[in-house]
C-alpha cells in the first residue's frame, strides 16, 4: 500500500486527436508516488484485469473488445483499448465506454502507476493477435514483418491462407506461399492499401 501522503489521485477526461486524425477518448488518471519499474509480466497482469473487468462493458455497449495493452510512450504509462464494431467506431462509442470503465477502474484501482486510459479504434491496419482476428482476416491481405531478415528481407505482404499456433501462410500475387513460423513475425496486420 502507498502511504497516503505519496499519493494524489486527480481524474479527468479529454478528447484527443492523434497525427492520423484518429480521434479517441482519454481518462487520465494521474497518481504522484516514487517511480517504479515493472516486468513484462506485471503488464501483462495488467492487461489480462483490464480485459476481464472490460469485456462485459464493452459488450453490453455493442462493441467488439480488440485488444488491450499497457504501454509506457515518451515517459507516460498508457491502458489502451480498441474496440470495434460493424461500421466503425465513432468518438461518441470510445467516449461511452471509458466513461463506463472509469468508474470501475477508479473502484478496483489494481494499477499502482500513474496512466492515461484511452479508448480507440484498432485503425485501418490493426495488427492480428487473437484466433478471432486471424480467423476473421482469412483471405485478406496482410502485413508481416519479421524480427529477422528472411532471404534479405523483413517485410512481407500477402493473402492470409491459414495460420495454427505455430505458423502463419500467406500467398503471393504470384500465387506462391510462404509459411512463417509465428515466433519469428515481430508484427502481422491488414495491410493498408493507398
Given at each position: 500500500m502507498i502511504p497516503a501522503e505519496e499519493w494524489t489521485k486527480v481524474h479527468s477526461s479529454l478528447l484527443v486527436e492523434n497525427t492520423t486524425g484518429v480521434q479517441h477518448y482519454a481518462a487520465k488518471n494521474t497518481a504522484i508516488y516514487k517511480e517504479r519499474k515493472y516486468s513484462v509480466s506485471r503488464r501483462e497482469e495488467y492487461e489480462q484485469k483490464t480485459e476481464q473487468l472490460l469485456e462485459p462493458v464493452v459488450s453490453e455497449l455493442g462493441f467488439e473488445l480488440v485488444d488491450v495493452e499497457y504501454v509506457k510512450d515518451g515517459g507516460t504509462w498508457y491502458l489502451r483499448a480498441y474496440i470495434d464494431k460493424p461500421g466503425g467506431i465513432t468518438v461518441d462509442d470510445c467516449e461511452a465506454v471509458s466513461r463506463r470503465f472509469s468508474d470501475i477502474l477508479d473502484e478496483k484501482d489494481y494499477i499502482s502507476d500513474s496512466y492515461v486510459f484511452e479508448v480507440s479504434s484498432p485503425g485501418l491496419g490493426r495488427p492480428l493477435?487473437?484466433?478471432?482476428?486471424?480467423?476473421?482476416?482469412?483471405?485478406?491481405?496482410?502485413?508481416?514483418?519479421?524480427?529477422?531478415?528472411?532471404?534479405?528481407?523483413?517485410?512481407?505482404?500477402?493473402?492470409?491462407?491459414?495460420?495454427?499456433?505455430?505458423?502463419?501462410?500467406?500467398?503471393?500475387?504470384?500465387?506462391?506461399?510462404?509459411?512463417?513460423?509465428?515466433?519469428?513475425?515481430?508484427?502481422?496486420?491488414?495491410a493498408l492499401d493507398f
Open positions: 493477435k487473437k484466433e478471432k482476428d486471424f480467423k476473421r482476416s482469412i483471405g485478406e491481405e496482410v502485413e508481416i514483418r519479421t524480427y529477422r531478415a528472411i532471404d534479405r528481407q523483413k517485410e512481407f505482404v500477402g493473402i492470409l491462407k491459414e495460420y495454427d499456433d505455430t505458423t502463419v501462410t500467406i500467398t503471393y500475387e504470384d500465387n506462391t506461399d510462404q509459411t512463417f513460423e509465428r515466433a519469428d513475425i515481430a508484427l502481422i496486420r491488414l
